[in-house]
C-alpha cells in the first residue's frame, strides 16, 4: 500500500479512500495505553515446519532453502486459497520457498461492484472491518487452514499480508466490538509524509487509524496474529508499517508497545512495508523486524526496486542498478522488480512499459545474487503488457494495468512460472551462503551474476542476455572454479579455466543459469481462462492452456468437450439459465508425467459468491463513476441489483415519470422524480437520462432529483433503452429562493468537460455528497454576483465548521490534489480554474422588492371598462408600483381571443362581444372588461330603375304599368 506523498504517483485506492473520509464522524476520544505482556504463541512455526518430517522431505525434494530470507516468494496477488490449493505444487517445483497471499481478514463487502471487476475492487482486501479470518476474495478461516497444510506438505511455508495500521474509511461497516472511536486516532488526515507525528497519529488516506497505544486495539491485533499462525501461517508482511510508531517514539504523553506485544506471535519469519522517505527511521524498523522473527526478517527495500525498475523500464542492465543498497543491509530487505502498488498505481506507465522479457531479466539480477528475501509479483491475468497486450492505456477500460480478463481470486499471469524464472529460483535455491559477484559481460545489456566458493560442484554463473544477438563470454572475467557449467534452460555449456571464461555462448534475448547442481523437475499446467468479453449473463469465451503438459482435454457442463492447443478458445454459457454455475475442466499430462486438472467457473447472472444479505451498501467513487461512464453503465444498478446492468440492446416498452409537481422555493428547492421502466426482455436495468426544458428555471441530475432555482414551469424528461422512449412531468415552481450563505463561483478549467464542487465541513464531517460532488451550473444570464458563463455552485448548510472544497473534473482531475485538504473558504467565493486559493466575491445583492399594485389606463378606459367598436384598436398601459419592485415585466392576457387580441397592451376589437384583458406583474394583477359593438352605416345614396325610365323620367299609357326598382348604397348601410 503506497504510504507517501513524494512517491511518484498516488494509489487508486489512496484517492478513493480519502474521498470516502469525509463523510465519517468526528469526536474521537483517545484511552491511554499502558504496557501489556505479551502472550505466548500457541505455534511455534519454525518448528512446526522445519522439525517436521514430511515438511523437511518436500522441501529437500525441491531444493528449497531452509529460511524462507534465503529463497524466493510468490506474491499471489488476490488469489483465491483454493486457487493456491491447485496451484502449489508447481509453486514448489517452480523453486519458490514462500507464498505470500492478501489481507485474510473480514473486509469491507463491495461484490455488488463485481468480483470480476479488478479496478474498482482490488484495494478493497486492504480496508479491514473486524479481527477475524477470512473474506470473499480469499475464501474462509477452514480453507485458509486447509491451504496451509497442502503447502506444508510440499516444503511451502506462507506469509500473511497483514493490515495492521488501519480499518476501512467507512465506519459504518466496522463490526460492533471495534466500532468505538477510542479504538482509533483522530479523524485528521495525514498532511506531512516527513513528521513523524503526523504519519503515525492520523489517517491515511482517510482509513480508520488504529490507536496503537490502546491495549484493547493491540490484545486484538496480536490475538488475531497468534489465530493466523495457529491456522498454518508462517510469516506477515506488514502493511503500511511505517505508518505505526516505534516502541521509544511517544507521542502526545502516550507510548506505543503495539510492535512489542503483536510481533511475539509465533511466525518464523516477518517483514514490513517501509517506504523510503525523510525520517522514516528504516533501520530502525528492520532490526525490530529482524529481531522479533527467530529466522530472520526486514522490511521492503523500495529504493532498490525503484532502482531496478528504472533500469528494466528503460532498458538498460549496468551494474549500478542491481547493487545500490543504500538505507537497509540486504540481509535485512525484501527486494522485488514490482510490487503490488506500483503496479495497480500505473508509476511512470510502468505496468505498460515492463515486458514480460525485462521483468525476467530484472527478476535474474535481483534473484540470482546474495541478497535478502524475493518478491515475484504476479500480475492478473493479460494485465499490464503480459502476454503482449502492448501498449500504454488508462485505467478501467481493457487497456492497462487492469484489463479485466479474469475475476477477483483467479490465478494471474503464468510468468511466475517461465522456464527462465524457474531456472533463475533453482539457481539461487542452490547457492544459498555462498559468495556473489555482479558484473556486465561485456556491455549494459548483458548482466551476469556469480556465486562461488571455489569449487566446480558448487559455483555458478546466471546470465540474463537482452542483446538481440547471441553472446559469446569467451574471455569473460569470472570468480568461478576452473570446470564445465550447465544451463538449466538449454542444456548448453560454459567451461571455465583461469579466471576466464574459455568457451560458450548465451542466445540473444534470454537468460542463462549455469551451475553444476541438481535442480527439481519441470513446471507444467493446464487451465482455463475468462477473456474480457460479454457481461455475465449472455456467453463467455473461455481460452485452454497448455504450459508444458501433453494429452490435453477439456469438456464443459453445457456439453462441449474435445481436446485442445495452448492458446484455443472456447464459447460457453450461451445456453444456460440465470444462477446457473458454468464450468470448464482442463485435464492433461505433466512434463513430469503428473496429472494435472484444472476447473474453472462462473455464475450466470453474477459471482456465485454474491450473497445479497451480507453485503454492504457500497457508495461508487469517482474512479467507479469514471469506470461506469467510460463503459455507459449505470451505477445505483450496479450497487442494488443482483443482475449486472445491460444498458445496451434494451428495448424499453414504457417508462412513467412520477412524483411532485409543485415546488415553493419558500420552503423547498429540490424535488425527488422516479422513472418506473418496462423492458423487453423482462429483467434488464437499463440507464435512464433525465433532462430538463429550462435549465434556468431548473435542473435534473443523473438521479432524477429536481433543483428549482427561480419561478415558472419546467418539464422534466427522463428517457431509456435503444429506442429511446421518454415520458414527461411537468413542475410548477412558485416563490423566491431564500439568499444562500455559502456560494462558490468558478471558472471551469480548460480541458475540463465538467466541473464539480466536492464540499465538506472539517468540524462536523459532513459534505455535500458522494465523490465526486454536485456539478456546477453554468450561468446563462448576469447575476448581481458573476458574468454569463460563470459557474456556481450554492452550499447547502453542513453546520457550523471550516468548509472545504475540492474542485474536480469527475474524471481524475482535481485542485488541490489527492491527498490534499480542500480549498477553505466562507460567503460567496470565485476560483479562476487553476490556482489553489478562492477569493471573496463583492456582489450587489438586494433583497427582491415586490410589486404592490397593478393599474391599468389607456383612451376610452373609465372605471375599469372600454368600449371599442368592431375593427378599432386601443392602447392600453401598465403602471407597476412602487417603482422598484424587482419584477416590473407586465405579461398580457386575454379571456377570449375571438372578441379581441392584445399584444404589449395592444387591444384590437374582432367581433360584437366581451373579454376580459389582465395586465401582470409579479404576483399581482389587474383587470378591465372590453366591450366590443357594431358602428351604424349611413345610405349615401338611392337610385330607382326599371324598364322605360330613362334620366330620371318614365312615360306610360293610360292602364299600362310598370315595376321600379330601388337600389340603396352602400350595400351595408345600417338603415
Not at 359 to 373: D, F, L, P, R, S
Not at 747 to 752: A, D, F, L, R
Not at 858 to 873: F, I, T
Not at 900 to 920: F, M, N, Q, R, W
Request: hydrophobic content about 30%; charged content about 20%.
Amino acid at each position: 500500500m503506497k504510504q507517501s506523498a513524494t512517491l511518484a504517483r498516488l494509489s487508486k485506492k489512496t484517492v478513493a479512500f480519502l474521498a470516502a473520509a469525509t463523510t465519517l464522524l468526528a469526536g474521537l476520544s483517545l484511552a491511554t495505553a499502558a504496557p501489556q505482556q505479551a502472550n505466548a504463541a500457541t505455534r511455534d512455526s519454525y518448528a512446526d515446519t522445519i522439525g517436521n518430517p514430511t515438511f523437511e522431505a518436500a522441501r529437500q525434494k525441491y531444493g528449497l532453502p531452509k529460511d524462507m530470507k534465503d529463497g524466493a516468494t510468490l506474491h499471489a496477488f488476490e488469489w483465491s486459497f483454493k486457487t493456491i490449493m491447485e496451484n502449489i505444487p508447481d509453486i514448489a517445483k517452480a523453486g519458490y520457498t514462500s507464498i505470500q497471499t492478501e489481507p485474510i481478514v473480514k473486509i469491507k463487502d463491495n461484490r455488488k461492484l463485481g468480483t470480476g471487476n479488478w479496478y474498482l475492487n482490488w484495494y478493497y482486501v486492504y480496508q479491514p472491518t473486524d479481527m477475524s479470518i477470512g473474506n470473499y476474495v480469499v475464501g474462509s478461516e477452514d480453507e485458509f487452514k486447509e491451504m496451509c497444510k497442502l503447502a506444508h506438505q510440499y516444503g511451502l511455508r506462507i506469509i500473511v499480508d497483514s493490515v495492521s495500521n488501519h480499518f476501512t474509511s467507512d465506519f459504518d461497516v466496522i463490526e460492533g466490538k471495534w466500532k468505538n472511536k477510542a479504538y482509533y486516532h483522530e479523524d485528521k488526515q495525514i498532511s506531512d509524509y516527513n513528521n513523524r507525528e503526523d504519519c503515525t497519529q492520523h489517517k491515511l488516506s482517510g482509513l480508520w487509524d488504529l490507536n496503537t497505544q490502546d491495549d484493547t486495539v493491540t490484545e486484538g491485533m496480536h490475538d488475531l496474529l497468534v489465530q493466523t499462525v495457529a491456522d498454518g501461517a508462517d510469516g506477515f508482511r506488514y502493511d503500511a508499517a511505517k505508518h505505526i510508531e516505534l516502541s521509544d517514539e511517544v507521542f502526545g504523553g502516550k507510548q506505543s508497545h503495539y510492535w512489542d506485544t503483536i510481533l511475539q506471535n509465533g511466525a518464523q519469519y516477518q517483514y514490513g512495508e517501509v517506504l523510503e522517505d525523510a525520517n522514516v527511521r528504516e533501520a530502525d524498523y528492520a532490526n525490530l523486524f529482524n529481531s522479533s522473527s527467530p529466522r530472520g526478517g526486514g522490511i521492503t527495500d523500495s529504493s532498490y526496486g525503484h532502482e531496478v525498475r528504472n533500469a528494466v523500464q528503460f532498458k538498460n542492465l549496468g551494474t549500478s542498478h542491481f547493487t545500490s543498497h543504500s538505507k537497509v543491509t540486504e540481509d535485512k530487505s525484501v527486494n522485488w522488480v514490482e510490487s503490488h502498488d506500483n503496479f495497480a498505481n500505473g508509476e511512470a506507465n510502468i505496468p505498460q512499459e515492463l515486458s514480460d522479457e525485462w521483468i525476467k531479466y530484472g527478476w535474474a539480477g535481483v534473484t540470482a545474487q546474495k541478497n535478502g528475501m524475493s518478491l515475484f509479483f504476479d500480475r492478473p491475468y493479460k494485465d499490464g503488457g503480459a502476454y503482449g497486450t502492448g501498449g500504454v492505456g488508462t485505467y478501467g477500460n481493457g487497456s492497462g494495468p487492469f484489463t479485466e480478463n479474469s475475476k477477483l481470486g483467479d490465478a494471474g499471469s503464468d510468468l511466475w512460472k517461465d522456464p527462465e524464472v524457474v531456472a533463475v529460483n533453482h539457481f539461487r535455491n542452490a547457492m544459498v551462503g555462498e559468495a556473489s559477484n555482479v558484473s556486465n559481460c561485456g556491455d549494459d545489456n548483458c548482466l551476469m551474476v556469480e556465486r562461488y566458493v571455489g569449487s566446480a560442484a558448487q559455483d555458478g554463473m546466471m546470465v540474463a542476455n537482452a542483446n538481440a544477438s547471441d553472446k559469446n563470454l569467451a574471455g569473460t572475467s569470472t570468480k568461478l572454479a576452473n570446470g564445465t557449467y550447465t544451463d538449466e534452460v538449454t542444456g548448453s555449456t560454459i567451461t571455465v579455466s583461469g579466471g576466464k571464461v574459455t568457451s560458450g555462448t548465451v542466445k540473444g534475448q534470454s537468460i542463462a543459469a549455469f551451475s553444476n547442481k541438481t535442480r527439481s523437475g519441470k513446471v507444467s499446467t493446464a487451465e482455463a481462462y475468462p477473456n474480457k468479453g460479454t457481461i455475465p449473463g449472455e456467453s463467455k469465451t473461455v481460452t485452454l492452456r497448455s504450459y508444458q503438459s501433453t494429452n490435453t482435454t477439456y469438456s464443459t457442463s453445457d456439453g462441449q468437450s474435445g481436446s485442445f492447443k495452448d492458446g484455443d478458445t472456447i464459447e460457453i454459457g450461451s445456453k444456460a439459465k440465470s444462477d446457473e454455475v458454468v464450468t470448464v475442466t482442463v485435464k492433461g499430462t505433466g512434463a513430469d508425467g503428473e496429472a494435472i486438472k484444472h476447473t474453472y467457473s462462473y455464475t450466470k447472472y453474477g459471482d456465485p459468491t454474491y450473497d445479497p444479505s451480507d453485503g454492504t451498501s457500497s457508495p461508487c467513487d469517482k474512479y467507479c463513476m469514471e469506470y461506469m461512464e467510460k463503459n455507459g453503465l449505470d451505477p445505483d444498478c450496479y450497487i442494488d441489483a443482483k443482475e449486472p446492468c445491460h444498458p445496451r440492446n434494451v428495448t424499453v416498452t414504457a417508462i412513467k415519470v412520477s412524483g411532485d409537481t409543485s415546488m415553493d422555493l419558500a420552503s423547498t428547492q429540490s424535488v425527488q422524480l422516479k422513472a418506473d421502466v418496462t423492458t423487453y426482455p423482462t429483467g434488464k436495468r437499463p440507464s435512464v437520462t433525465w433532462t430538463s426544458s429550462d435549465t434556468s428555471v431548473a435542473t435534473v441530475d443523473s438521479k432524477g432529483k429536481v433543483s428549482g432555482l427561480k419561478a415558472g414551469t419546467v418539464k422534466i424528461t427522463a428517457t431509456a433503452g435503444t429506442n429511446k422512449k421518454s415520458d414527461s412531468i411537468t413542475i410548477t415552481i412558485t416563490g423566491v429562493k431564500p439568499e444562500v450563505s455559502n456560494v462558490i463561483y468558478a471558472t471551469k478549467p480548460s480541458g475540463w468537460s465538467k466541473i464539480y464542487a466536492y464540499v465538506y465541513n472539517d468540524t462536523t464531517s459532513k459534505n455535500n455528497g458522494n465523490w465526486p460532488g454536485v456539478e456546477m451550473t453554468q450561468l446563462t444570464a448576469d447575476d448581481s454576483c458573476a458574468k454569463a458563463g460563470t459557474y456556481k455552485y450554492e452550499v447547502p448548510d453542513l453546520g457550523e465548521g471550516k468548509y472545504r472544497v475540492i474542485f474536480t473534473n469527475g474524471s481524475g482531475a482535481q485542485t488541490p490534489g489527492a491527498s490534499q485538504p480542500g480549498i477553505e473558504f466562507s460567503g460567496k467565493v470565485s476560483w479562476d480554474g487553476s490556482s489553489s486559493t478562492v477569493t471573496a466575491v463583492n456582489c450587489n445583492i438586494q433583497q427582491p422588492i415586490p410589486v404592490e399594485s397593478v393599474t391599468i389606463s389607456g383612451n376610452g378606459v373609465s372605471d375599469g371598462r372600454l368600449s371599442l367598436k368592431v375593427g378599432s384598436s386601443a392602447q392600453l398601459t401598465a403602471t407597476v408600483k412602487p417603482d422598484n419592485a424587482t419584477n416590473k415585466t407586465v405579461s398580457w392576457d386575454n379571456s377570449d381571443n375571438s372578441v379581441a387580441k392584445v399584444s404589449d397592451g395592444k387591444v384590437t376589437a374582432l367581433k360584437v362581444g366581451t373579454t376580459t384583458i389582465t395586465a401582470t406583474a409579479g404576483d399581482i394583477s389587474s383587470s378591465i372588461t372590453v366591450t366590443v359593438a357594431n358602428v351604424p352605416v349611413p345610405v349615401s345614396s338611392v337610385s330607382v330603375s326599371g324598364d322605360g325610365v330613362r334620366d330620371g323620367k318614365l312615360s306610360l299609357k293610360s292602364g299600362a304599368s310598370v315595376q321600379l326598382t330601388a337600389t340603396v348604397k352602400p350595400d351595408n348601410a345600417t338603415d
